[in-house]
């Protein structure tokens, strides 16, 4: 969930108009940055001697990237699927240092990164950096809090969201509002398409795309504010402002975004089919198509934004009830109970235990079902009761397969050998440099597709993640796929 | 007719603590009739209210509750004896599982502010070590002021009006059995029970070795159970200081 603009915030800023006013926003906007730039310096990582070739911000950013690209998709990017993403990156810096790459080491490293950003060591409470705020008058010194990526439930998964100073950072536009932001990118967008920059307009594309999903959450994070607590938004001026400003900029950002496809597709016509460029063009159509769906979705939820509003007034009691001063669990429950007699804690927990384990069905005593039960014949259970007879097993499958066993066997021997990850740009030539048959390689490729997104039940422990990056070797080309054969866990 | 019986499969629905409303479609449907449909909604509030149900949330992880006082729904001595029913025999092993709820609770929210943040927004999981460090570092906190004072009377020790944290602090961490298993009477066990109890409850899901608070747990806590928590304290701390003052 994005960070809401508290009105907190907003207060501690200084007035508009004040001749400083612009100097604290620009103090605040680089103090955004402060995190990051404190991963660079860490001091646990330099003692770490193991770590110490690895740039911990080139990873941080690259954990930006893919947390971006997967956000809005059916399965988000999680922690624990982030590390076949960075291995490539990890690898080349391992390889930069002379150093052996390890896995061992890529988790651990990753999960140091992650664990910065998400400020573990505070339990992932806010980043908190002091500054002096300056006015024409008065000079205060305050605290901004932040976070750069965020945490959020899906189904009973852990997904990782950026924030919008995160996405602000990642996008080098803290000090540009979003809007204005995602204007002045597809203008840009559609001026590379139809000049032919392509591979500019492939990083615009993406920027464009992490601008949308920006954007998507500013206003979901206004409208689930109003549920969660009502008092929290201005319904009265700020939010229908802000909402008949949000409709007509989605309805301007689909004008440019058809206007975009349409140059993409009028060039993707009069160029070769099936060359590098045309690849890039329907990467940029497809990252386009993208931000206009979001923002038809967008739009849809704007034009109903009210309803939310009624409906949150409607269901006030599910505001959380607050007492006036929130409890120290600790210090003002634990230590207590801690501290009282054994007799009067045991009375006390009783009610504790209540309270903190929600509702529990009582199991309800059916007649018919226990006579069911009591009237059923004992079993039987003995060693020889029941002798197994060895059969004759045939195959009894009706459907022709393409590759003989030898090769299915052989290929996925292959890919249960890969203990370290790797990219299958990579496995392809090495099978053919080590004499493997054409078949094979065939199948290996295909065999990683089919892991990617099993349809059948032959599954083999092996993990395969789909990197964005495109390949052609040895006949195949597409999207590359990192393996990774995780028998040796097992083993460990 | 048709409304009374879509009302209780959704209550029917809340009260599965694994099912999601993204894994059922029924229940999907229902939780979005009773978003959108405002009479509909009200009859399932009163409902579950009159079954000792109150509604805490309805939103896309499905419709919540908690079990009002004296109500059906409320967890009993007999439940709170069958997280660990091996060793939940003595009072001080109730006792030393009523430290451990609240501990879980308190490392989840160790700040007070943690209580007002979105519960939408996951707690960062927790283990079975963490746990038990919290309880064991301030059994040694008490401990040292402890040193200091008298042998206990014999009927303090009958009458258990000895302080609670001596039971946790008197029973060991973790043994191993002849078996190579994990002794039944620690309480890294205990521990263990009551997070993987929650985990049944839907409350928790597990991560290789450590717990992740769900959706179901906060939203919970988070809708009153900490300032609940301090009241029943501080209700029985009242009630010490008034006895006191009579004597």
Redesign the interface.
Same mark, same amino acid.
């Given at each position: 969930?994005a960070d809401m603009p508290d009105n907190d915030d907003l207060t501690r800023m200084p007035p508009e108009g004040d001749a400083h006013a612009e100097l604290v926003q620009r103090l605040r906007v680089l103090l955004y940055a402060r995190p990051l730039l404190q991963l660079r310096r860490n001091e646990a990582h330099r003692q770490q001697g193991h770590l110490a070739h690895y740039d911990l911000l080139v990873i941080a950013l690259k954990i930006f990237d893919l947390v971006v690209e997967n956000t809005g998709l059916d399965e988000e990017m999680s922690g624990e699927r982030l590390l076949p993403h960075l291995v490539p990156i990890l690898k080349v810096m391992d390889e930069g240092a002379g150093v052996t790459p390890s896995s061992g080491r890529h988790r651990e490293v990753v999960q140091a990164v992650l664990d910065w950003l998400?400020n573990?060591r505070e339990?992932?409470?806010p980043f908190q950096e002091d500054y002096l705020a300056v006015t024409s008058t008065e000079a205060v010194r305050r605290t901004l809090e932040f976070r750069l990526i965020?945490? %959020?439930?899906q189904?009973?998964d852990?997904v990782l969201r950026l924030t919008d100073p995160g996405v602000n950072l990642y996008l080098s536009a803290l000090d540009i509002d979003i809007e204005s932001a995602q204007a002045a990118t597809e203008a840009v967008l559609e001026s590379q398409v139809r000049r032919g920059k392509l591979e500019s307009a492939m990083g615009t594309a993406k920027a464009a795309r992490a601008q949308s999903i920006q954007y998507q959450q500013k206003i979901e994070g206004i409208l689930?504010q109003t549920?969660?607590d009502l008092r929290s938004v201005d319904w009265k001026r700020a939010v229908p402002d802000l909402l008949e400003e949000a409709y007509e900029h989605t309805a301007l950002r689909r004008t440019t975004e058809t206007n975009i496809l349409t140059a993409t597709n009028e060039r993707l016509d009069r160029i070769e089919y099936g060359g590098a460029d045309a690849r890039r063009l329907t990467d940029i159509g497809a990252l386009v198509q993208d931000c206009f769906e979001r923002h038809v979705r967008l739009q849809g939820m704007v034009m109903s934004a009210r309803g939310v509003f009624l409906?949150a007034q409607?269901?006030q009691?599910?505001k959380?009830?607050?007492?006036g001063?929130?409890?120290?669990?600790?210090n003002?429950?634990?230590?207590?109970?801690?501290?009282?007699?054994?007799?009067?804690?045991?009375?006390?927990?009783?009610?504790?235990? %209540?309270?903190?384990?929600?509702?529990?069905?009582?199991r309800l005593f059916a007649l018919g079902d226990y006579l069911e039960w009591a009237m059923q014949p004992r079993r039987e259970v003995g060693v020889a009761a029941s002798p197994v007879v060895s059969r004759e097993l045939s195959d009894l499958s009706l459907d022709l397969l393409h590759f003989p066993d030898d090769i299915r066997e052989e290929g996925d021997a292959w890919l249960l050998r890969q203990r370290e990850p790797v990219l299958l740009s990579d496995l392809l030539p090495n099978l053919h440099a080590d004499g493997r048959t054409d078949a094979l390689r065939e199948y290996v490729a295909l065999r990683v597709l089919n892991l990617y997104a099993p349809e059948t039940e032959t599954l083999i422990p092996v993990i395969v993640e789909r990197m964005d990056e495109r390949f052609t070797a040895c006949g195949f080309a597409g999207h590359d796929f990192v393996v990774h054969s995780f028998e040796q866990e097992d083993h460990a | 007719m048709p409304d009374y019986y879509e009302a209780g499969r959704l209550i029917q629905f809340g009260?599965r603590p694994t099912v999601?409303p993204?894994?059922n479609t029924e229940y999907r449907e229902l939780v979005e009739r009773a978003?959108d449909d405002?009479g509909f909604w009200a009859i399932v509030r009163d409902v579950s209210y009159g079954m000792g149900?109150e509604?805490?949330?309805?939103?896309r992880?499905g419709v919540?509750?908690?079990?009002l006082d004296g109500?059906?729904?409320?967890?009993?001595?007999a439940?709170?004896r069958d997280i660990n029913p091996a060793s939940a025999q003595g009072?001080?092993d109730?006792?030393i599982?009523?430290?451990i709820?609240?501990?879980i609770?308190?490392l989840i929210?160790?700040?007070?502010?943690?209580?007002?943040e979105?519960a939408?927004?996951?707690?960062?999981p927790i283990s079975l070590q963490e746990v038990e460090d919290?309880l064991r570092g301030?059994?040694s906190r008490?401990e040292a002021s402890f040193r200091e004072e008298p042998d206990p009377e014999t009927h303090h020790l009958e009458?258990?009006?000895?302080?609670?944290?001596?039971?946790?602090h008197r029973r060991y961490a973790d043994k191993e059995t002849e078996s190579g298993q994990r002794g039944r009477h620690g309480t890294v066990r205990l521990i263990e029970s009551h997070l993987e109890f929650?985990v049944n409850?839907g409350?928790f899901?597990r991560q290789g070795s450590r717990y992740?608070p769900?959706?179901?747990y906060q939203i919970?806590?988070?809708?009153?159970?900490?300032?609940?928590?301090?009241a029943?304290?501080q209700g029985?701390?009242t009630d010490?200081a008034e006895i006191e003052e009579v004597v």
């Open positions: 969930m998400l573990e339990r992932r409470a965020d945490t %959020q439930f189904g009973e852990v689930h549920t969660r409906d409607e269901a009691e599910f959380p009830r607050r007492s001063v929130l409890p120290n669990l600790q003002d429950v634990l230590i207590p109970l801690m501290r009282m007699p054994a007799v009067e804690a045991d009375k006390v927990g009783v009610r504790m235990a %209540q309270a903190l384990h929600g509702p529990l069905v009582p | 009260l999601h993204n894994q978003q405002r149900l509604t805490i949330a309805l939103n992880h919540r509750f908690r079990p109500s059906v729904f409320a967890m009993s001595i439940d709170i009072a001080d109730r006792l599982g009523f430290l709820d609240v501990a609770c308190a929210y160790p700040r007070p502010q943690d209580l007002e979105d939408e927004r996951p707690r960062p919290m301030l059994c008490f009458n258990r009006l000895y302080d609670a944290w001596l039971a946790y929650m409850q409350l899901a992740q769900l959706y179901a919970h806590v988070q809708t009153g159970v900490a300032s609940d928590l301090v029943i304290v029985l701390e010490e």
